[in-house]
């Protein structure tokens, strides 16, 4: 089996790259510029766990053969050779044989071919559930840098309107309308904006290089990433939710066929139980100038295990405790289940009420930001104020640049837990 053709990925993606900009550099505008969909692409062409799983699907897909091969025809041969005297030489009589077998009947052939089958399909779904959960990570590792761009954006901006306040303070100061100490907070406001902005320009650099090790780019490999296009926002009640979850999620599908696979295990050690019939036909060869002539053997054989020691009712009691198990580990699943989707709709229904308010925290901010500047200016306010206003406007716009950010990546973990999430594309990929 082939892995399926995917969408073909611009071969400058995996191609060697040249040195890179300081991390406190943003990155080229001639850089490549990726996509949301692009890197979607590139992971299902190069993730190994991708790969991994369809080298599972490969194996699996042999068990139904190999239960077969129960009742395949065997055939051996042997040769004998024998020496006996008082001497090295004497002579020596030697002889070949061939046989041939072929079950009749074993009944272990069934539930096995059965579990084998359901082995395949569960390792699909598998297959499928990983495909689902790598497109998760590498929009979440999309999004984690589009949010470190614009925190940097943010304290650009910081730095540069504590910038502003220190020349306008210190213009006041050369006039004697403002002591030093002015100026020197707002040069204390500088630095602290300038050491933020290095903090931030830096771990964006970092999330860069963990989205270049989730889509195995060469290492700093420079890119831009593009604002994905809008998401659909509607997001249905919690108990329409969580049905579809319960249809659709693949790792629930598969903890029922695992049940099954288990009861079939149970089949499987009870027909050890039963007798077997196994045909044979041999013949045996005598070397050449030998007197004993060539013979011919054919018979039938009907095998009944009695007793085999006592495994095989130690492998029907672990059979037996198997399924209980597994039936335990489903249960806890669907709570599971229950509890990621209950967590997924309410991160999201938090959100969408947060960004409400920090929307207008943020216009409140800027407003009070830009009248305490006007109030500096012609004297009727403090430094500390102007300063302080400062800071409350840049921890605003950085809440609503991360609010926003995690909305869609909420918006997205919502589908990814009711088992949709890029239903199209993980379909494409198994060729479906």
């Given at each position: 089996m082939r892995l399926p053709r995917l969408l073909l990925v611009p071969l400058f993606l995996f191609a060697p790259w040249g040195p890179s900009a300081p991390a406190q550099?943003?990155?080229?505008?001639?850089?490549?510029?990726?996509?949301?969909?692009?890197?979607?692409?590139?992971?299902?062409?190069?993730?190994?766990?991708?790969r991994i799983a369809f080298l599972e699907v490969r194996k699996a897909e042999l068990l139904p053969l190999s239960a077969l091969t129960r009742i395949a025809p065997r055939l051996g041969g042997s040769y004998d050779y024998d020496r006996k005297g008082r001497s090295l030489q004497s002579p020596g009589t030697s002889?070949?044989?061939?046989?041939?077998?072929?079950?009749?009947?074993?009944?272990?052939?069934?539930?096995?071919?059965?579990?084998?089958?359901?082995?395949?399909?569960?390792?699909?779904?598998?297959?499928?559930?990983?495909?689902?959960?790598?497109?998760?990570?590498?929009?979440?590792?999309?999004?984690?840098?589009?949010?470190g761009e614009r925190q940097v954006s943010v304290n650009r901006q910081s730095l540069e309107l504590a910038k502003e306040q220190e020349g306008l303070a210190q213009k006041r100061a050369n006039v004697g309308e403002v002591t030093r100490?002015?100026?020197?907070?707002?040069?204390?406001?500088?630095?602290?904006?300038?050491?933020?902005?290095?903090?931030?320009?830096?771990?964006?650099?970092?999330?860069?290089?963990?989205?270049?090790?989730?889509?195995?780019?060469?290492?700093?490999?420079?890119?831009?990433?593009?604002?994905?296009?809008?998401?659909?926002?509607?997001?249905?009640?919690?108990?329409?939710?969580?049905?579809?979850?319960?249809?659709?999620?693949?790792?629930?599908r598969e903890s029922t066929l695992a049940v099954q696979q288990?009861?079939?295990?149970?089949?499987?050690?009870?027909?050890?139980?039963?007798?077997?019939?196994?045909?044979?036909?041999?013949?045996?060869?005598?070397?050449?100038r030998s007197t004993?002539?060539?013979?011919?053997?054919?018979?039938?054989?009907?095998?009944?295990?009695?007793?085999?020691?006592?495994?095989?009712?130690?492998?029907?009691?672990?059979?037996?405790?198997?399924?209980e198990k597994t039936i335990l580990q489903r249960?806890?699943?669907?709570?599971?289940?229950?509890?990621?989707?209950?967590?997924?709709?309410?991160?999201?229904?938090t959100l969408e009420g947060s960004l409400s308010a920090v929307r207008a925290q943020v216009a409140a901010a800027e407003q009070g930001y830009k009248d305490l500047q006007n109030q500096y200016s012609a004297g009727t306010a403090k430094s500390v104020d102007v300063l302080s206003g400062l800071q409350d406007l840049s921890a605003a716009r950085l809440d609503l640049n991360?609010?926003?950010l995690d909305y869609q990546v909420a918006l997205r973990a919502l589908e990814q837990v009711n088992g949709t999430f890029q239903e199209a594309r993980v379909k494409a990929a198994c060729g479906k």
């Open positions: 550099t943003p990155p080229a505008p001639d850089s490549p510029l990726m996509t949301l969909e692009h890197a979607y692409d590139i992971a299902a062409a190069s993730d190994q766990a991708l002889a070949g044989s061939f046989f041939l077998e072929q079950p009749l009947l074993d009944l272990s052939v069934f539930p096995a071919r059965r579990r084998g089958k359901i082995a395949a399909e569960s390792s699909r779904l598998a297959r499928q559930f990983t495909i689902r959960e790598t497109l998760f990570g590498v929009a979440a590792a999309y999004f984690d840098v589009l949010k100490t002015d100026v020197l907070r707002a040069t204390v406001s500088v630095e602290v904006a300038r050491r933020i902005l290095i903090t931030a320009e830096n771990a964006l650099e970092f999330r860069r290089n963990t989205l270049r090790n989730v889509l195995n780019m060469a290492p700093e490999a420079p890119f831009r990433v593009a604002d994905p296009l809008p998401y659909r926002t509607t997001v249905p009640e919690f108990p329409a939710l969580l049905n579809k979850a319960y249809a659709q999620r693949e790792d629930l288990a009861e079939l295990r149970r089949d499987e050690v009870r027909t050890e139980y039963a007798p077997s019939i196994v045909a044979r036909g041999s013949s045996k060869f005598p070397a050449p004993t002539p060539e013979t011919w053997d054919a018979s039938i054989s009907v095998q009944v295990p009695f007793f085999s020691g006592g495994q095989r009712e130690i492998d029907l009691v672990n059979a037996r405790t198997d399924i249960e806890q699943l669907l709570k599971k289940i229950e509890s990621e989707v209950k967590r997924a709709w309410l991160d999201v229904q991360s609010l926003s």
